[in-house]
């Protein structure tokens, strides 16, 4: 079975399966809209988890990440003062798992 909606969509950008530790793909705001800190910055949030810190997690730029294996999936930092994280809308593109 080829599941349609994984043609096309390098691997690294599908959330996968599990709680998307392994997720690389480039989705920088979170569920409610807002921009994503940047993993090297420490405004408006200094982080826990830093790229110097984790370097095999894949903190670049400000993308959405799994670095400690949240079970709510991948997260970060907001640029909102008021919103310390938030959890990212990644799009699970592989909607029957296993399928792609």
């Known amino acids: 079975m080829i599941c349609i909606l ?6 690294e950008q599908r959330l996968g399966e599990g709680i998307g530790t392994d ?3 480039t ?10 800190q940047k993993w090297a910055e420490k405004i408006p949030h200094k982080p826990n988890y830093t ?12 993308y959405c990440r799994n670095p400690d294996a949240d079970e709510n999936g991948p997260w970060c930092y907001t640029t909102d003062p008021a919103m310390r994280f938030d959890y990212c809308a990644i799009p699970d593109l592989i909607a029957a798992r296993g399928c792609c």
């Open 51 to 62: 790229p110097e810190k984790h370097p095999n997690a894949g903190l670049e730029e400000n």
């Open 27 to 36: 989705e920088a705001k979170t569920q409610r809209g807002i921009p994503c």
């Open 23 to 25: 997720y690389r793909g």
């Open 6 to 11: 994984c043609l096309g969509i390098p691997l």
